[in-house]
């Protein structure tokens, strides 16, 4: 097999990956690709996928509707609910209707704030730049490394029949005080805390700790003084424990995921945080042999005769729910929750990463160019059918878990990523990166959404609270 090392765009030591099928290129950071003549997936396979089509179109349809009832967020209000006007008093004449005709009837709507479409605003500001965040890697700082056009920066996520309020980071950083926040997974997850960080340097300005803890560059920790607010990222791919598959620990050539055992980069500490967003994606398209039990389960595209094929999809789900299942035990700090952001689409065009596939694209696609479907809906409903049953789960024993579903979202920005304004002065310019995403860009968005949902956890209660300390 064989590995090229790509330009810092990805990540520090970056090698991007391509996909299996040749209409989907993808870029991984760290180390290794994956060999792109990957086998087929048997005959057997493709007829048990085919027979999965009617379930998944009832579970395509279901999603909404799970949301709506139980996790979408609800837009917390400034007052307290009233009771329904009725037609007649059922004290005193005139006493009661008198009373109830004097305070409007509030209901609260709930509204699946991931369904939607990106507008256009003209007058739309950045919520920093690369001069207010010192913080941007130059693997996303896109602006200084010669992007030529601001355009992406002036679409905004306009969730069907509601609004999506504009992050707010004095807000966030009240709700988040005397707390910590962990990002669990591959680079993508590590430039989602670089968003939060940078958001939220508009308050405070934060103290980079990673030292006191890693000289690993993928294992970050920030640290708001003020606040007492720390953001980790741990560092771990495919979330479950991983090896080289021939027994070390180099991450050369085929990689083996042991998916019963959570990766213990973050497994023997999270259970300090109080909340936690787990997510994982590209990885998954590289060859890989898969244990269970200590014993040899099978493999995707690994090349090897004397091994069965088994579908990365089902791997991929293996691994969220042994991840899931894992940080459920560790009894998450009272008040926490759990976030799993589901995955987030490449959008390479014209060539795989290595003959000349690029982003370029300057605007959005629109709902009825770009479809979910798919390798991209093959990961997403895996992530989805585990996280229902998980959630379940959860609410038994009194835990919280919710979902960040941005893909349907971000599979409609391909004009969101570096592609070849990321250092590329030091890199192969023939290689892009439409994996990661620019910053400031449309990933700030995953904040705001990130911040309604923990709204919606706060209620009326927080929103009360807030104007009595406002009022004092």
Known sequence: ?????????????????????????????????????????????????????????????AIPLWLLLVSSPVQPR???????????SSGPKGTDAAAGAAVPVVREKKCDVFKGKWVYRPDATAYYTNETCYAISDQQNCMKFGRPDTEFLKWRWEPDGCDLPPFDASEFMEMVRGKSIAFVGDSVARNHMQSLLCLLSSVEQPEDISLRYSTDYNFKRWYFPNHNLTLATFWAPFLVRSTDARGGQTFNGVLSLHLDEPHPSWFSEIGAFHHVIISAGQWFFRPLVYYQNGQLLGCSACGRDNVSEVSRFRAYQMAFRTTLKAIMGTKNREGGITFLRTFSPSHFENGE???????????????????????????????????????????????????????????????????????WLKSNVAQADCVH??????????????LYVMKSEQGVKFTQRKLQNARS
């Open 1 to 61: 097999m064989q590995t090229k090392n790509l330009s810092p765009c990805a990540c520090t030591n970056t090698v991007l990956y391509t996909h299996p099928s040749s209409a989907m290129k993808v870029a991984l950071s760290e180390e290794h690709h994956g060999d792109k003549n990957a086998p087929q997936q048997s005959a057997a396979v493709n007829f048990r996928r085919a027979l999965t089509v009617a379930p998944t179109t009832i579970l395509l349809a």
């Open 78 to 88: 400034d007052y307290p609910l009233a009771r329904p006007i009725e037609g007649k």
């Open 353 to 423: 990463w290595n003959n000349g596939g690029s982003c370029t694209r300057t605007k959005p696609f629109t709902t009825d160019e770009k479809k979910l479907e798919g390798y991209d809906l093959e990961f997403y409903l895996a992530q989805v059918e585990e996280f229902l049953e998980a959630e379940r789960r959860a609410r038994e024993e009194g835990m919280k878990m919710r979902l960040l579903d941005m893909t349907r979202a971000m599979l409609l920005r391909p004009d969101g990523h570096p592609n070849r304004q990321c250092n």
């Open 437 to 450: 995403w620019c910053l400031p860009g449309p990933i700030d968005t995953w904040n705001e959404l990130l």
